[in-house]
């Protein structure tokens, strides 16, 4: 008897979700706009903050967009390709992540519009690369010179960067020793950030944040003995322990005198004296190792008058040897005058309720400490987020060598050069360049929103200054009325601009081309039976002879 029913064709895993067309491409782009939605309020001068509290009850306090993103902890795939938006911008610059991410979802938004026009999303895409590459030559346009020189400028890229947030009250000073620092460790034109060093303690003023020539090590000296404050110092850098080492196999020692078993003491205290004899031999009045220090040894050192401090990390050690000019050695007996390292003081100071150790008035350091402080612990933490913010701004401007002035004006100058781009296109491609130029929009009306302006009259004002002809005309968002945000001291680098427009047309352009979701059941049965087949296959099936 012949079955004319059709079974059904499963090629996909029992529980697999799938979503396609219209419906896939709607949930990507809703998603991405939640995303830009939640940090959008925390845009500008004027934008406010976020409390994330983890499962276990810990509290972030932050505007910065990163941090946001990253301790909500999102699931969904679309979002998530946002928030590397958000990381790519944190590890390039260091900015901007905020401004990366509204503009991605306002592109996204703007995408959906001709979407429902029944404009196809590979037109949009083509088009948002076009407006891309315009808005990255625009950008290059309109931008500014700086170099390492000028101070001021530098200066007014590292306040532009903390206004806003939590280090706004000593921006002035903060700004100072971001520039000193960033300068310091200038090496043959390239600029590590790796070599300025963040510490933060809680415990007195913003304003009390400090510049250490040198470097600040979380670490006490090993014995009380030893001399508080050396002055002049000579830094040996060891990275072995000063201690007896255990045999490497089980040994056994018979001793069938009391005697040998004093020699065999004494040996070992000679041992160890000597290891103190070749640093003391050295010239050097200051020891860090990066293990341990015996006992024993420790009473010999503070007999030499020896400041010593142990178990040093591996970051502060490099760091030690670019501020003080030191060379890491491996074994104590190599030690000589010319690996040692050369500082102004070394001083055990007691910050908060923690004693650390200052390496201070190095010559010339290629590594230097910001002790960044605040009243508790919330503050201090985005403090030293925004002076993170401030040290990429200024790196940002110095290695690329151009800036922009801030308060939305780029944006405004994008806009305007873009809808003039787009009329020189024909076909649908126009309608998706047009659309990339009204996203740029979003950056200055964010700022009035948080402003609490009105955006329509901001940038209807704003709109007409720049068709005058005043290309940094943007919001002051104090009194609502367009400025020159070069002569009021809002300037950033150019990268952040390029970058976040660069990642967020990448990302914008992604998310378009997708029109079938597909997310698996997560069980790893392998492939699902089709109705009424029973578990096993067909080797399962009664009345089958094999």
């Not at 004494?266 to 050295?282: G, I, N, P, T, W």
């Amino acid at each position: 008897m012949s079955n004319n029913q059709v079974q059904p064709i499963f090629i996909m895993p029992e529980g697999t979700q799938r979503s396609t067309g219209r419906t896939a491409q709607k949930n990507n782009i809703m998603a991405a706009k939640l995303v830009a939605e939640t940090v959008r309020t925390t845009l500008g001068p004027k934008g406010m903050d976020k409390m994330i509290v983890d499962s276990l009850g810990d509290v972030v306090v932050t505007n910065d967009g990163v941090t946001i993103l990253d301790e909500m902890k999102i699931e969904h795939p679309a979002a998530k390709m946002i928030v590397e938006i958000a990381k790519t911008q944190e590890d390039e610059i260091g900015d901007g992540t905020t401004t990366a991410v509204v503009l991605a979802g306002e592109l996204l938004k703007n995408a959906e519009e001709l979407i429902e026009k029944e404009v196809h999303p590979t037109v949009i895409a083509r088009g948002y690369r076009l407006a891309e590459v315009k808005a990255q030559e625009l950008l290059q346009k309109i931008s500014e010179g700086v170099t390492e020189k000028d101070d001021a400028v530098l200066r007014k890229i590292a306040m532009t960067a903390m206004t806003g947030k939590g280090a706004e009250n000593a921006k002035e000073k903060l700004a100072e020793i971001t520039v000193k620092a960033v300068k310091s460790v200038i090496e043959e034109g390239n600029i590590d950030s790796d070599n300025i060093k963040l510490e933060k303690k809680v415990g007195n003023a913003v304003e009390n944040s400090e510049l250490i020539e040198g470097v600040v090590l979380d670490k006490e000296r090993v014995h009380s003995g030893m001399p508080r404050m050396v002055e002049n110092a000579k830094i040996a850098l060891v990275d072995s322990a000063i201690e007896i080492k255990n045999t490497e196999i089980d040994a056994k020692i018979q001793i069938t005198d009391p005697n040998q078993l004093q020699k065999f003491l004494d040996q070992e205290e000679d041992m160890l004296k000597e290891k103190v004899e070749q640093v003391k031999a050295s010239g050097a009045n200051v020891l860090i190792c990066q293990k341990g220090i015996d006992d024993i040894a420790q009473f010999f050192l503070v007999k030499a008058g020896i400041y010593a401090v142990r178990r040093a990390k591996k970051s502060d050690m490099e760091a030690l040897a670019k501020a003080t000019g030191a060379s890491i050695v491996s074994n104590i007996k190599e030690l000589s005058a010319n690996d040692l390292g050369k500082a102004g003081i070394v001083e055990e100071s007691k910050v908060g309720d923690e004693s650390m150790t200052y390496v201070k008035k190095c010559k010339n350091p290629k590594s230097v400490t910001m002790l960044v402080r605040g009243g508790t612990e919330h503050v201090v933490d985005e403090v030293k987020r925004a002076v993170e913010d401030a040290i990429g701004d200024v790196i940002a401007a110095i290695t690329e060598g151009k800036v922009v002035a801030g308060a939305g004006a780029p944006e405004m100058e994008l806009f305007k050069g873009l809808n003039k781009y787009a009329q020189s296109l024909s076909g649908r491609e126009q309608l998706a360049v047009q659309a990339f130029a009204n996203a740029m929009d979003v950056i200055p009306r964010t700022l009035a929103e948080n402003a609490g302006l009105d955006p329509i009259d901001v940038l209807t004002d704003l709109k007409a200054q720049h068709d005058k002809g005043s290309k940094w005309s943007g919001i002051n968002v104090f009194t609502g009325k367009p400025m020159d945000a070069w002569k009021n001291s809002v300037i950033e680098p150019l990268k952040i601009k390029t970058q976040a427009i660069s990642s967020a047309a990448e990302v914008a352009v992604m998310i378009l081309r997708i029109d079938d979701v597909i997310s698996g059941s997560g069980k790893g049965d392998g492939p699902a039976m089709p109705p009424g087949m029973p578990p096993g296959g067909m080797g399962g099936m009664p009345g089958m002879d094999m």
